[in-house]
């Protein structure tokens, strides 16, 4: 059972998040299939989910016919899990205790959180930019957003017709932090992807964000061709 703040989820419902948790995205054909149910019984359960906006739908393009949805989880169908981000508090936690007292001195709450998010962005860039792989920009976008993925740090992976990817997240603790009105995207992300992806990375605007997506970034295939290769160990 699946549980947080009093709301409860239980059974297929609780599987069908579970899914979502380690794929991101899901059609109703691959739950069906993983579950062993019906897709008529599949869609009566994502409904339900739909309507308390644990899960978001979209579109997919490039379909002939009956329009394809695809399914992803929600920043509130996260929060139902409670280790989601255990281990990115755990990152932060270090570098918060690792911190000297000269860097804190004369920062605000707001920039000492700047700066604690910055460190744990170097970080696991120098950890995870060697491990990425695939030398095409799709290649390693995928494989940099499975890693990050396994920290918390959730991205979804569209192309456009131009052939950049679009990283698109839905929760992100730097969020916590702007306040109303501020830019719709962490530069702290965007610093971390560019470094692990080995090439440019542009934060998308909020009006050209799909669908309930908070933060977003373009990565162009021709900046990527450009890019010398990202640093390796030794």
């Given at each position: 059972m699946t549980t947080?703040?009093?709301a409860r989820v239980e059974g297929t419902r609780e599987a069908i998040l579970?899914?979502?948790r380690r794929r991101r995205v899901v059609s109703v054909a691959e739950f069906a299939r993983e579950l062993g149910l019906a897709g008529a019984t599949v869609r009566?359960?994502?409904?339900?989910?739909l309507r308390d906006r644990y899960v978001a739908v979209t579109q997919v393009r490039g379909y002939i016919g009956r329009p394809r949805y695809a399914f992803s989880l929600t920043e509130l169908g996260a929060e139902l899990f409670p280790h989601h981000y255990v281990r990115l508090t755990h990152r932060l936690l270090d570098e918060i205790v690792a911190l000297q007292a000269g860097e804190m001195a004369g920062r605000d709450g707001a920039a000492v959180a700047g700066l604690v998010f910055d460190k744990m962005a170097e970080r696991l860039a120098r950890e995870y930019g060697p491990r990425v792989a695939g030398t095409a920009l799709q290649?390693?976008?995928?494989?940099a957003a499975d890693l990050l993925a396994g920290e918390g740090l959730g991205f979804e992976l569209e192309v456009d017709g131009g052939g950049d990817v679009l990283?698109?997240?839905r929760g992100c603790?730097?969020?916590?932090?702007s306040r109303e009105g501020h830019a719709f995207s962490c530069d702290h992300d965007r610093r971390l992807l560019e470094r692990v992806i080995g090439a440019e990375v542009v934060a998308l605007p909020r009006a050209e964000l799909p669908g309930d997506f908070l933060c977003g970034y373009r990565v162009s295939r021709s900046a990527a061709e450009s890019a010398p290769p990202a640093p390796r160990a030794g």
């Amino acid at each position: 059972m699946t549980t947080t703040g009093g709301a409860r989820v239980e059974g297929t419902r609780e599987a069908i998040l579970d899914i979502l948790r380690r794929r991101r995205v899901v059609s109703v054909a691959e739950f069906a299939r993983e579950l062993g149910l019906a897709g008529a019984t599949v869609r009566r359960h994502l409904d339900v989910l739909l309507r308390d906006r644990y899960v978001a739908v979209t579109q997919v393009r490039g379909y002939i016919g009956r329009p394809r949805y695809a399914f992803s989880l929600t920043e509130l169908g996260a929060e139902l899990f409670p280790h989601h981000y255990v281990r990115l508090t755990h990152r932060l936690l270090d570098e918060i205790v690792a911190l000297q007292a000269g860097e804190m001195a004369g920062r605000d709450g707001a920039a000492v959180a700047g700066l604690v998010f910055d460190k744990m962005a170097e970080r696991l860039a120098r950890e995870y930019g060697p491990r990425v792989a695939g030398t095409a920009l799709q290649e390693r976008a995928r494989s940099a957003a499975d890693l990050l993925a396994g920290e918390g740090l959730g991205f979804e992976l569209e192309v456009d017709g131009g052939g950049d990817v679009l990283l698109l997240g839905r929760g992100c603790p730097c969020l916590r932090f702007s306040r109303e009105g501020h830019a719709f995207s962490c530069d702290h992300d965007r610093r971390l992807l560019e470094r692990v992806i080995g090439a440019e990375v542009v934060a998308l605007p909020r009006a050209e964000l799909p669908g309930d997506f908070l933060c977003g970034y373009r990565v162009s295939r021709s900046a990527a061709e450009s890019a010398p290769p990202a640093p390796r160990a030794g």
